[in-house]
């Protein structure tokens, strides 16, 4: 079964053809940096006009280099996300589906990022423990089998791909400039300045950023007040990650023994952070999973398997499903499982 997969949640366009026997047969990528950089953030509007202006290229260009000339199934994210845009990907799958006579998949956005190890030579066994790590959301998720999600804790504010944007802007790195701040980071001093690791002292396992962001902010605004921004920014920046990584790492071991996780898997755009592998890798005593680089962000390849999975929720192509907001612990076990 080939399974053509479409994401358009945010502000990258996503297009993969994944055959259940082959594996991964082709991709393609657009991302939106550009576009919104000038705004400092996305912008909904340019993001939804940015896909419709992409998506049916990509898919084009997926299945001329799959040597395929139509999918038998069409999966696509229906949420959560910026709705304009997830209506793009919505309406082409069922479009598509209609002209093709074949079934479509809503696929949540967050489990497709947790099935992304899926898509490696090894990938992980359920049950595992999934940090999912992005611009949008922090979480630690109990994944019990597929469509068994127990959500353990989330952030209560500024997810930590949002707090390392924001940050890197502080510090006049751009916008987004997470990867950007991390890279700076590797030549600063990550014990420069005590910044607070949030919510550490406290019971349960959510997350907040708010207040460590607010501490680098206070730390820029006095390095600048000196004039010694340009010097300081290194350690701000290591510091910085330090204080994030080692929450993350304190909350998802926290939420390990707790569960008695043998298995950990970690997802989204931060999972492809060098400091957080690192961590991980030295103090977990079972394995950690990560997808490659290039699917922590946001991408088709892993909408395409996430559809492939879950093959027998497939439905006629009618109804465009669009959703800012969608719980994963909403989700259930595929109907064949």
Known sequence: MQVLG???????????????????????????VRLHAAYGGVVPEIASRDHVRCLL???????????????DAIAYTAG????????????LANGLGLAWACPVIPVHHMEGH??????????????????????????????????????LGTTQDDAVGEAFDKCAKLL???????????????TGNPSAYAFPRPMLSRPGLDFSFSGLKTAVMLQVRQAGD???????????????????????????LKAAAQVDAKRIVVAGGVGANLLLRKQLAARFDGRVFY?????CTDNGAMIAIAGALRASDAVEASEIRALARWSIESLRPPLAA
């Not at 010097?231 to 290591?238: K, T």
């Open 6 to 32: 479409l994401e358009t949640s945010c502000d990258e366009t996503g297009v993969a053809l994944f055959d259940t026997r082959r594996g991964l047969l082709a991709q393609a990528l657009h991302s939106q």
């Open 57 to 71: 290229p990509l898919v084009r260009k997926v299945l001329e280099e799959a040597d395929v000339r139509r999918a």
């Open 80 to 91: 959560p996300g910026l709705v304009g845009a997830l209506m793009v990907a919505g309406g």
């Open 114 to 151: 947790l099935l992304a190890p899926m898509l490696e030579h090894d990938p992980p066994d359920f049950p595992f423990l999934a940090l999912l790590v992005s611009g949008g959301h922090t979480m630690l998720v109990l994944c019990k089998a597929l469509g068994d999600y127990q959500v």
């Open 172 to 186: 006049g790195l751009g916008y987004p400039g997470g990867a950007v701040l991390a890279e700076l980071a590797e």
């Open 226 to 252: 000196a004039g010694l921004l340009d010097l300081a920014a290194a350690d701000i920046a290591a510091s910085f990650q330090s204080a994030a990584v080692d929450t993350l790492v304190a909350r998802t």
């Open 291 to 295: 997808p490659r680089l290039e699917y």
